[in-house]
């Protein structure tokens, strides 16, 4: 009995993995192709060719966005979002909307960025309660000087989604800094801390790779 229990567990991990994996492409998939309601009745592919074709508008759409993309990468396509936004910073409830979402997308997509690339542990929401957080950058000059004292900008995400948490400026000597890459932090945090790839010796070894190479990216670029 223990044997067969043994297997369907085993089984289990196996199959739900991939089930879980395959039920969110198809969602999101299916979420996308919704784009192509946006064309007129008489340009969708149902009716241009007599039957639909799933995953036609998540391909469009990746190729609409790699095609925007080339062109706001050359000279002209700059000028043109220039212009845009400032079309888009005279209107009031529009520009508080854009310019957040912009910083939070550059925040997180730029390379020179330095937010979301530490791992560290804060007491919160009390002392001897301890969550993971990340840094997220530097306190303004400003909120430093009305506190009188350092400040660092960190969030602490919620479980099991950390697209919620709360942002929190502390002082720099109530956060322990962790020495692993944020994919682990993350990957704890979506888990509520059923996977623990640090005590994993497979794991721990990927990890002290990806912080070697780390440290040396960052040596090269202190030396340019």
Avoid at 46 to 55: A, D, Q, S, V
Avoid at 103 to 112: C, E, G, M, R
């Amino acid at each position: 009995m223990n044997s067969l229990k043994k297997y369907f567990v085993a089984g289990l991990l196996v199959w739900l993995p991939l089930l879980a994996t395959a039920a969110v492409l198809l969602f999101a998939i299916n979420l996308i192709d919704r784009t192509l309601l946006l064309l007129p009745m008489a340009y969708r592919p149902e009716t241009l060719i007599g039957y639909k074709i799933p995953g036609l508008g998540a391909f469009l759409t990746v190729i609409l966005v790699l095609v925007t993309g080339l062109i706001a990468a050359n000279f002209f396509g700059r000028k043109l979002v220039s212009a845009w936004e400032a079309i888009l910073s005279r209107i009031p409830l529009v520009r508080t909307v854009y310019g957040a979402v912009k910083q939070i997308t550059q925040s997180l997509f730029s390379d020179a960025s330095q937010s979301f690339r530490e791992v560290v542990l804060v007491e919160y929401p009390r002392r001897d309660l301890w969550m993971l957080a990340f840094v997220t950058g530097d306190t303004p000059r400003q909120f430093k000087s009305v506190i009188g004292h350092e400040l660092i900008n960190i969030y602490v995400p919620t479980t099991p989604n950390p697209t919620s948490g709360f942002y929190l400026m502390v002082p720099p000597e109530d956060i322990k800094r962790l020495d692993i890459p944020v994919e682990v932090g993350l990957k704890m945090i979506l888990s509520a801390g059923v996977v623990n790839p640090l005590d994993d010796p497979i794991e721990a070894e990927k990890i002290a790779a990806e912080i070697r190479a780390k440290d040396k990216r960052k040596a090269k670029r202190e030396k340019r």
